[in-house]
C-alpha cells in the first residue's frame, strides 16, 4: 500500500537519525532507530546486532564518516513497511604511513520497518554495497 505523507515524512526522518548517529559515533541514538534497540544490520561477510559493535566499527576504522541519504521507496501495510534506501557513505580512514584515503560506499539498503509507539523503526537492514571506491586525499 502506498504510504501517506505522514509515514514518508516518518521514515525519511528515520533514515536521517540512522545516518546522523552513525556519523556522529551515537550508541544510544543509533540503538533508538531499531525496534527494541537490537540492531540488526547484514552485508556481504557481516552480521551485526549490537549497536555498541556497529559504532565501535566505524570509529575503529574510520576517522570521520559522512552518510548522504538519497532516494528511498517503502510500502506501508498496517504497521509495518519494507522498501529500499539509496544511499553514498564517504569514509575518511587513515594508513599506517600516515596518508588518508577516502572510501565511498555506493550502498542499497533493504529495509524493514515498524511502526513502534507511533514511530517508526528499523526491524532489520540489509546493506548491499554496488560499489566501493577508493581515493587518495591530498595532505
Same mark, same amino acid.
Given at each position: 500500500?502506498?504510504?501517506?505523507?505522514?509515514?514518508?515524512?516518518?521514515?525519511?526522518?528515520?533514515?536521517?537519525?540512522?545516518?546522523?548517529?552513525?556519523?556522529?559515533?551515537?550508541?544510544?541514538?543509533?540503538?533508538?532507530?531499531?525496534?527494541? @534497540?537490537?540492531?540488526?544490520?547484514?552485508?556481504?561477510?557481516?552480521?551485526?546486532?549490537?549497536?555498541?559493535?556497529?559504532? @565501535?566499527?566505524?570509529?575503529?576504522?574510520?576517522?570521520?564518516?559522512?552518510?548522504?541519504?538519497?532516494?528511498?521507496?517503502?510500502?506501508?501495510?498496517?504497521?509495518?513497511?519494507?522498501?529500499?534506501?539509496?544511499?553514498?557513505?564517504?569514509?575518511?580512514?587513515?594508513?599506517?604511513?600516515?596518508?588518508?584515503?577516502?572510501?565511498?560506499?555506493?550502498?542499497?539498503?533493504?529495509?524493514?520497518?515498524?511502526?513502534?509507539? @507511533?514511530?517508526?523503526?528499523?526491524?532489520?537492514?540489509?546493506?548491499?554495497? @554496488?560499489?566501493?571506491?577508493?581515493?587518495?586525499?591530498?595532505?
Amino acid at each position: 500500500m502506498q504510504p501517506t505523507i505522514e509515514d514518508q515524512l516518518a521514515i525519511r526522518q528515520l533514515l536521517y537519525r540512522y545516518a546522523d548517529a552513525a556519523d556522529r559515533r551515537d550508541a544510544a541514538a543509533f540503538a533508538a532507530c531499531f525496534a527494541g @534497540g537490537a540492531v540488526d544490520i547484514s552485508g556481504p561477510g557481516f552480521a551485526m546486532n549490537d549497536p555498541v559493535q556497529v559504532v @565501535g566499527t566505524l570509529a575503529a576504522k574510520y576517522v570521520w564518516t559522512m552518510h548522504n541519504v538519497h532516494n528511498s521507496l517503502h510500502e506501508v501495510d498496517g504497521d509495518r513497511a519494507s522498501g529500499y534506501t539509496y544511499c553514498v557513505a564517504s569514509h575518511v580512514r587513515a594508513e599506517a604511513n600516515g596518508a588518508r584515503v577516502k572510501e565511498d560506499w555506493y550502498i542499497r539498503y533493504e529495509d524493514e520497518l515498524l511502526r513502534q509507539g @507511533g514511530d517508526w523503526v528499523f526491524l532489520r537492514r540489509r546493506l548491499v554495497p @554496488g560499489a566501493i571506491t577508493h581515493v587518495p586525499l591530498a595532505e
